[in-house]
């Protein structure tokens, strides 16, 4: 009696470890990467991850996510790239599906750059910032002038003509649509 509940308790530890499955390991693409902050890519979801400045902890990673619908991660290069150019008054904030994001330009050392500040859950208790990049780093991170900036581009489609269904470049659009408005109202006179 004793050999068989023996058996039976060792036949049931067996069944248990059956039902452990291996999963597929899927890793994230790096588009690119400085210092402690990175880009990351998992099919359309995008990834910042960063090293929180902001707790005392000095190996505290954070990082937020988000899906590149339209164009979102050439948007999000562009909005921070023309912070640069010309710098805004105050933080420009991005609210994302799980958190909210606030760009904050200063100039160090004179030269303009940006940190990257997170509010977790959009929750204005739990913050985390990045250091602050210049736009050397903001080019490296999206991969600006590597191949893996392909990863996340958008083509842009030309713009087509409706009269007569031609494609127009969006500069020559410009001088076109204002040169048949002279021609017509010389006709008018």
Not at 34 to 45: F, H
Not at 111 to 121: D, F, G, H
Request: overall charge positive; charged content about 20%; proline content about 4%.
């Amino acid at each position: 009696m004793k050999r068989i509940v023996l058996l039976l308790t060792l036949l049931s530890g067996i069944s248990v470890f059956s039902q452990i499955k291996v999963l597929k390991n899927e890793t994230l693409i790096e588009i690119g990467k400085d210092n402690s902050v990175g880009l990351y890519k998992k099919e359309n979801k995008f990834t910042f991850n960063y090293q929180d400045i902001n707790t005392s902890n000095l190996n505290t990673f954070r990082s937020f996510s988000f899906n590149d619908l339209n164009g979102d991660v050439s948007e999000l290069y562009k909005l921070i790239t023309d912070g640069f150019i010309d710098q805004p008054s105050g933080n420009i904030s991005l609210e994302l599906p799980n958190d909210i994001i606030e760009l904050q330009y200063e100039r160090n050392y004179g030269q303009p750059t940006v940190q990257i500040i997170q509010y977790i859950n959009k929750n204005k208790k739990y913050v985390g910032k990045s250091q602050f990049l210049n736009k050397k780093q903001i080019d490296k991170i999206f991969g600006i002038g590597t191949p893996k900036a392909a990863l996340y581009k958008t083509a842009k489609q030309t713009p087509v003509n409706p009269v007569n269904n031609t494609v127009q470049s969006t500069a020559n659009k410009n001088q076109n649509s204002a040169a048949p408005a002279t021609k017509t109202s010389k006709k008018r006179r």
